[in-house]
């Protein structure tokens, strides 16, 4: 497995969405896309994160950048989670975790002395050339939204 690293060309991707939609990074070509996973729908720091995604929805969309959540839940908990939350953002489900896996993003974690398998949460700023642009790893939920935020409006047209 390639390690993305910033300026690299992002891997393209086609995913189911909530409400029954797609996504696709190539039909993206040209708008900003911000790309954040995250472990599981409806736990504490994945809610908080969606939260203050959607909250930040109108100045990204202003900024012209498209934020997409990504974890291993199905469309239909996608739908639940949004409804519940009232959350704005596009969440992408990648139950057979090809979009984790193609971003480097499904590793080793270890809690309370048990190793197993999940998302590291991260977040990757994708430019209109399709390049990484920025990557976040290990995010922190606090604060994190409004950094990728600013970042973003650096980008400019």
């Not at 909530?18 to 990074?25: H, K």
């Not at 472990?39 to 997409?68: H, M, N, R, Y």
Request: proline share 3%.
């Amino acid at each position: 497995m390639t390690t993305l690293t910033e300026e690299m060309k992002a891997p393209d991707f086609t995913a189911q969405t909530d409400g029954g939609g797609q996504v696709s990074l190539g039909d993206l070509k040209g708008k900003i896309v911000v790309l954040y996973f995250y472990p599981k729908d409806d736990t504490p720091g994945c809610t908080t994160e969606a939260i203050a995604f959607s909250q930040l929805g109108e100045k990204f969309a202003a900024a012209g950048a498209t934020v997409i959540g990504v974890s291993k839940d199905s469309v239909k908990k996608h739908d639940n989670f949004k409804a519940k939350h009232d959350l704005t953002v596009t969440l992408a489900a990648d139950p057979d975790g090809d979009l984790v896996e193609s971003y480097g993003v499904w590793v080793e974690k270890n809690m309370y002395g048990r190793t197993y398998m999940g998302i590291e949460r991260a977040t990757f700023v994708i430019n209109r050339q399709g390049q990484i642009a920025r990557i976040w790893r290990k995010v922190k939920v606090k604060g994190h939204a409004e950094e990728v935020l600013e970042f973003v409006q650096t980008l400019g047209d």
